[in-house]
């Protein structure tokens, strides 16, 4: 089993940055692949980015590309997700998640394939 908890959610105004966190405990070694996913009101779940846990491999969605970054720190097992530029549209609440076992990286952006998830933080932005 993996844990995960997100923090660093808030109201932010367009054109801000904003950090958003995720701390995975547990079977921690087991992980794979982490990634971020957001979801908005009345909307679907939508991919943002995700990062492979012992490679340097990222992937971003296209919307934020350019925007955002996905960093980890091994040491503290956790994954960052640095949003710059901030726009309404990217209001919703933003999911940590974590792939157990092998992944192919035409994958990493998709949620169907990860194996925990945290309950979310909240984003935010203000036009």
């Known amino acids: 089993q993996v844990q995960l908890v997100e923090s660093g959610g808030g109201l932010v105004q367009a054109g801000d940055s904003l950090r958003v966190s995720c701390v995975a405990s547990?079977?921690?070694?087991?992980?794979?692949?982490m990634g971020w996913f957001r979801q908005a009101p009345g909307k679907e779940r939508e991919s943002v980015a995700a990062i492979r846990w012992s490679a340097e491999r990222t992937s971003y969605a296209e919307s934020v590309k350019g925007r955002f970054t996905i960093s980890r720190d091994n040491s503290k097992n956790t994954v960052y997700l640095q949003m710059n530029s901030l726009k309404p549209e990217d209001t919703a609440v933003y999911y940590c998640a974590a792939k157990v076992g092998p992944i192919l990286d035409s994958n990493l952006l998709r949620g169907i394939w990860y194996d925990y998830w945290g309950r979310g933080t909240q984003v935010t932005v203000s036009s």
């Open positions: 547990g079977r921690t070694f087991s992980m794979n692949a």
